[in-house]
């Protein structure tokens, strides 16, 4: 997505385009490997050091809010971010923690019956596992698991 493109989409969510808010979504356009609100800090303050903590998380709040950006809870770690682009589901590592995207399948919308009065917005699978990586390691023997990664 170009600088054009971003600051349509901010506009067009009602959040005006601030430096940093534009460097948050830019960073998260151009990263697709669902960084931590600290990875994003770090990152976009690398850039530009006037940027605080507070400022890039809020940001990150105002981006999630608005429907740009999605975060991705992982149990036990810091949550994730993703913006928002193609639709897609995530896959997320039980032993890495890494988070991948998995293609967008249709979700079986529940019976309403079953929702009673809530109102529902969207339906999104998390898959849980191990990662191709992980899976791996359990795999090999273990004579062979201390050379894995290594030469």
């Known amino acids: ?3 054009e493109a971003i600051k349509r989409s901010l506009g067009g969510s009602g959040l005006r385009c601030t430096p940093q808010r534009y460097a948050v979504m830019a960073f998260l356009m151009e990263h697709n490997s669902h960084p931590t609100a600290a990875q994003i800090f770090e990152a976009v303050n690398r850039v530009d050091p006037r940027s605080s903590r507070a400022t890039t998380y809020n940001n990150l709040r105002d981006l999630v809010q608005a429907g740009l950006v999605r975060e991705v809870a992982v149990e ?4 994730r971010f993703d913006a928002k682009g193609m639709r897609h589901h995530h896959f997320i590592c039980d032993r890495c923690g890494n988070v991948e995207d998995i293609e967008w399948y249709d979700v ?3 019976a309403s ?3 009673g009065k809530r109102m529902l917005r969207e339906c999104e699978l998390i898959f849980r596992g191990l990662c191709t990586k992980c899976a791996l390691r359990d795999t090999l023997p273990v004579k062979c698991r201390r050379h894995v990664g290594t030469r």
């Open 76 to 79: 036990g770690r810091a949550a």
């Open 108 to 110: 079986p919308r529940p």
């Open 113 to 115: 019956r079953s929702l």
């Open 1 to 3: 997505m170009d600088a």
